[in-house]
């Protein structure tokens, strides 16, 4: 992620946590947000963000998943049970997917984790 990413990570959160809505008012809650702050700070906020939705993203798909894997059919419908088996694999590759952003996200966390510290220490 780099720092547009994050920007647009921390303005996301500023329009779900309806600090606020209108555009104008979106990017002056963001400038508040991070002016003044070491840019480390910023991106380190914007990966916590970015894990933290991905994260929700996923538990929501898992459950979807879940409930599409209790589904039955009846017995020689198999136009249904492909569409099924097709739906289940591709929230499964979805789920992975995600999975794989998660990890990548929680790498590039730990590295604005550590610069944080370091910049705390220093």
Request: hydrophobic share 45%.
């Amino acid at each position: 992620m780099d720092f547009d990413e994050a920007i647009q990570e921390v303005r996301l959160k500023i329009m779900t946590e309806k600090v606020a809505t209108l555009s104008n008012d979106v990017d002056e809650a963001l400038w508040l947000k991070i002016h003044h702050r070491p840019l480390c700070e910023v991106m380190q906020e914007g990966f916590q963000f970015r894990l933290a939705r991905l994260t929700v993203d996923r538990e929501e798909l898992a459950k979807v998943l879940a409930m599409n894997s209790a589904l039955r059919t009846k017995r020689g419908d198999t136009a249904s049970a492909d569409f099924l088996k097709n739906l289940r694999q591709d929230e499964a590759e979805q789920i992975a997917a995600l999975d794989a952003k998660i990890a990548k996200v929680q790498e590039q966390l730990r590295v604005y984790d550590r610069a944080v510290l370091g910049q705390a220490r220093g």
